[in-house]
């Protein structure tokens, strides 16, 4: 069993950063793929990023590339995402996600994949 809480969200103008964190209970967090997820207001959730076990590599949904980056630190069991160039439409409730499978890039889209989820995070982005 694990258990995540995220942290980090808030509100913040267009442009600006915010970096979100995840922390992880339990001695086996290094054999879970990491994800972020996001659910706006009347929309389905959707995914945002994976980090593999190791956090060598990194996937990105294209609506976000190039603006957010991941990171996962094992020995703290903590996981985050770098969010920068925020945008309005970013605005959503962010979740942490562990899977005991492997995924990195559209095998991690299905929520479906996720053994575990957090309980999520609000950020705004405000124009």
């Known amino acids: 069993q694990v258990q995540l809480v995220e942290s980090g969200g808030g509100l913040v103008q267009a442009g600006g950063s915010l970096r979100l964190s995840c922390a992880a209970s339990?001695?086996?967090?290094?054999?879970?793929?990491m994800g972020w997820f996001r659910q706006a207001p009347g929309k389905e959730r959707e995914f945002v990023a994976s980090i593999t076990r190791s956090g060598d590599s990194t996937y990105f949904a294209e609506s976000v590339k190039g603006r957010f980056t991941g990171s996962r630190d094992n020995a703290k069991n903590t996981v985050h995402l770098q969010m920068n160039s925020l945008k309005p439409e970013d605005t959503a409730v962010y979740y942490c996600a562990a899977t005991s499978r492997w995924c990195l890039g559209y095998g991690c889209y299905e929520k479906s994949t996720w053994d575990y989820w957090g309980q999520g995070t609000q950020v705004t982005v405000s124009s």
């Open positions: 339990g001695r086996t967090f290094s054999t879970y793929v």
